[in-house]
């Protein structure tokens, strides 16, 4: 059974930086859509960023362009959300996830998840 693992949350004050990490041993994410999504508590789920398995089109949700950044290190199998200027209205937990769909950011239409990693912004 595929287990992503998500860490880097934590603590932050607006304004500031984070770095999420995605990973998962002896599973690649080649041939997969990859994304992140986050749920703050009493809403639902949303798509943070959604990269396709196919040409590596991207989504990204309007609330966060310009301030997040994804990348990836091939050689460790790791997939990373780069937060800048976060602000208070990104604090939620963050999962990243993997598919077979090939672009989507809804995420039930992902199949493979992580557990979560608690990201909170304080004003």
């Known amino acids: 059974d595929v287990q992503l693992q998500a860490s880097g949350g934590g603590l932050v004050q607006a304004g500031g930086s984070l770095r999420l990490s995605c990973t998962a041993p002896g599973f690649s994410f080649d041939n997969y859509a990859i994304g992140w999504f986050r749920q703050a508590p009493g809403k639902e789920r949303e798509g943070v960023v959604c990269?396709?398995?196919?040409?590596?089109?991207?989504y990204w949700a309007d609330s966060v362009k310009g301030r997040f950044t994804i990348s990836s290190d091939n050689a460790k199998n790791t997939v990373y959300l780069q937060m800048n200027n976060l602000k208070p209205e990104d604090t939620a937990v963050y999962y990243c996830?993997?598919?077979?769909?090939?672009?989507?950011?809804?995420?039930?239409?992902?199949?493979?998840w992580g557990q979560g990693t608690e990201v909170t912004v304080s004003s």
């Open positions: 990269i396709s398995s196919v040409d590596g089109n991207t």
């Open positions: 996830a993997a598919g077979t769909a090939q672009f989507t950011c809804v995420w039930s239409m992902y199949n493979y």
